[in-house]
């Protein structure tokens, strides 16, 4: 199953400087604890992501071995 999570980037700023976040907001996606994709806002803080993008790239992670 998925598992979606909002975490305060103040509150874990190793993880933070370990996945190279620069720009806030931004989403990581997980696959067996390792990174797969990353969305990230850009300079004037916008993410421009839908709730489409985000299934459609659960869908096909989800197919890879």
Do not use: C, Y
């Not at 696959?31 to 659960?58: P, Q, R, Y």
């Amino acid at each position: 199953g998925t598992q979606m999570m909002t975490i305060s980037s103040k509150k874990v700023p190793q993880t933070v400087r370990k996945l190279r976040l620069r720009n806030f907001p931004s989403v990581v996606l997980f696959k067996d604890g390792k990174k797969v994709k990353v969305w990230k806002a850009n300079f004037d803080g916008k993410l421009e992501l839908t709730t489409d993008d985000v299934k459609k790239s659960i869908d096909w992670h989800s197919r890879q071995k």
